[in-house]
């Protein structure tokens, strides 16, 4: 007998909105959700999405140095992030504004390090959303100390609903095969962390298609570390909310780790300096359309819960307010003083920073007409 | 005030700090019931507790990505890394993490992580557990880096490294640990990034730190009984550095000599050299020599006497300073 014997086959999704726009249930995954709480949902999609295409418009008219669209993606990150209880904490990657969105980080604020004003520039816990990470699957880590200081404060399995709390790591599929992500994984199952970790599997990292990263599906690997994984619709809302409801609910009560991967597609570019053309099919992106993550609950707010026109015109009317609100944000972003890379440094300032600064200003003084 | 060993002096540190503030967690390899490899955190897991005396999982990234978020949540984690050559795995999360954290959340959130690594030769140990790796740590904005050279200093400096608001990446000459010395609890300490002079002398300046410190020492009294004076300098702080105390000793002696185990070049002697003819050009009356490893790995440990600076080797090098 060969030891190497058939590789499992891809699993059904888990999925409570159809393509179509049809309502299914789910043995395992029941979601109690009014037609009012999906229309507030649909919003929060059609809102994150026109940010993102203004961003990414304001990218092409030089108002940003890069931008890293989550086109396709909403529902994943809406679900996961409308999820979250307030005393939840979430770990995002650099891509992660439709949690960021559900978190109330105002979109200007992301823009600040795309623009070049900044290289982070808020508190992560203002809002319970970390800095955004750029190199890849650190953050995951980074989630998993928070979590070790959650069960140190006894903020795990108390049974009281304001206090227990969740830490939500994202990352990605070509994060995946990061040596931070397995370690973060091993951590969290010897400890039993409440972390829930999320994987948008938008099956391209770069140019790079997910085959590159794995040979089982992503979901899948969480069982040899000793916890659950499960694969749900990335590109339907509600079962990405059920989902991570449940897997945020298991954290808290003490149960453990869960890996959630969120098959979903990059339908735009990597970042807006790559060029998808050079290593993927249209076809593909055309297939994908199909399950676009924001028509499907339109449909379904159309055809089954009655939602007028007049809720879309005003939806629209929401969305280009933002998308203007935005715009003249961004633009007006003030550049930072060329004495500031000095702050921040250290908490505890240096005598010897604190030479270098009085040095450079000295310099910039000695130009006639400086202002600085 | 009582002698004690700096190993004892560090564990002495660590329980001070645990007691003062709750928030103080040690985590590392073998930390618990081992007491480390070296023994530092003795004793510290039974008293202290498993939740706070941690140990780690094995992986130095997951040791120091994972004190980075427990300082998110307002923790002041100690990490131990196990030996030198086991931090690289670590390397990102200390220099794109860790280091840069307080700065990226323009100052909202601090990062009280101190990251102790016992560091060095000497101990013929194979291959990876003999390493200086300070210089890269030194390279990089938001970390400090302090080294002790005797157990009062181990006490002091990493009581107030484990206080500091920012991440203190705390070299540990393992050599020396079992050198026993007085150590008075009760002191006030010298500022964490001051140098010291620790034998004036008017003829050379030797400039060292963590274990090179006794061996500096060792050529000053052996050139003393040849008739040349030499001040000693224990830097103590690679990060920042405290040129004032280097510059106004060389204003003195006109001559130069650095001395570390870390290979030479690109190492802290080139920045203290540099440092040195900035601003003390005229003071001096040789060329800043530097004595340190050679630019080879750590050799094989049957020959690494012959390779780490020694007495003869820094008297050399005094030589020609004196000499020029």
Known sequence: MSLHGQVPPEPDLIQLLTPEGIRVEHPDFPLEITDDEITSLYRDLVLVRRFDA????????????????????????????????????????????????????????????FRGVSLGGWNPNDNNFNLYTIVLGAQTLHAVGY?????????????????????????????????????????????????????????????????????VPLFQRASGFGFPGVRVDGNDVLACLAVSRRALDEARSGQG????????????AHTTSDDPTR?????????????????????????EAGVGQDFFDSLDAESEALAERIREACRTLADPGPLSPFDHVYAEQTDELAGQRAGYADYLNSFEGAGH | MSTMSMAAALNGALRNRMEADPKVLVMGLDVGKLGGVFRITDGLQ???????????????????????????????????????????????????????????????????????????????AVEHHSESPEAYFAHTAGLKVVTCSNPSDAYWMLRQSIDCDDPVIFFEPKRRYWAKGDVDTDATPAALHKAHVVRPGRDATLVAYGPMVATALDAARAAAEDGSELEVIDLRSLSPIDTDTVVESVQKTGRLVVVHEASVTLGMGAEIAARVQERAFYSLEAPILRVGGFDTPYPASRIEEEWLPDVDRILDAVDRALSY
């Open chain 1, 54 to 113: 203004e961003a990414t418009a304001l990218q092409r008219q030089g108002e940003l140095g890069l931008w890293a669209s989550c086109l396709g993606q909403e529902a994943a990150q809406v679900g996961a992030g409308r999820a979250l209880r307030s005393q939840d904490m979430s770990f995002p990657t650099y891509r992660e504004h439709g949690v960021a969105w559900c978190q109330d980080v105002d979109p200007v604020t992301l823009l600040g390090m």
């Open chain 1, 147 to 215: 979590a070790m200081g959650v069960v140190r404060d006894g903020a795990v399995g108390s049974g009281e609903k304001d206090r227990d709390t969740a830490v939500l790591a994202f990352f990605g599929d070509g994060a995946s095969s990061q040596g931070d992500v397995n370690e973060a994984f091993i951590w969290a199952a010897a400890a039993n962390l409440p972390v829930v970790f999320y994987c948008q599997n938008n099956q391209w990292a770069i140019s790079e298609s997910v085959e590159r990263q794995s040979r």
């Open chain 1, 257 to 268: 780790p869960t890996l959630i991967e969120a098959y979903t597609y990059r339908m735009g």
């Open chain 1, 279 to 303: 290593y993927r099919l249209t076809d593909e992106l055309e297939t994908w359309r199909l399950r676009d993550p924001i028509e499907r609950v339109r449909a379904y707010l159309v055809r």
């Open chain 2, 46 to 124: 039974k008293d202290f507790g498993e939740d706070r005396v941690i140990d780690a999982p094995l992986g130095e990234s997951g040791i120091v990505g994972s004190a980075v978020g427990l300082a998110i949540r307002g923790y002041r984690p100690v990490c131990e890394i196990q030996f030198d050559g086991f931090v690289y795995p670590a390397f990102d999360q200390i220099v794109c993490q860790l280091a840069k954290f307080h700065n990226r959340s323009l100052g909202q959130v601090k990062m009280p992580v101190t990251i102790r690594i016992p560091y060095g030769g000497g101990i013929g």
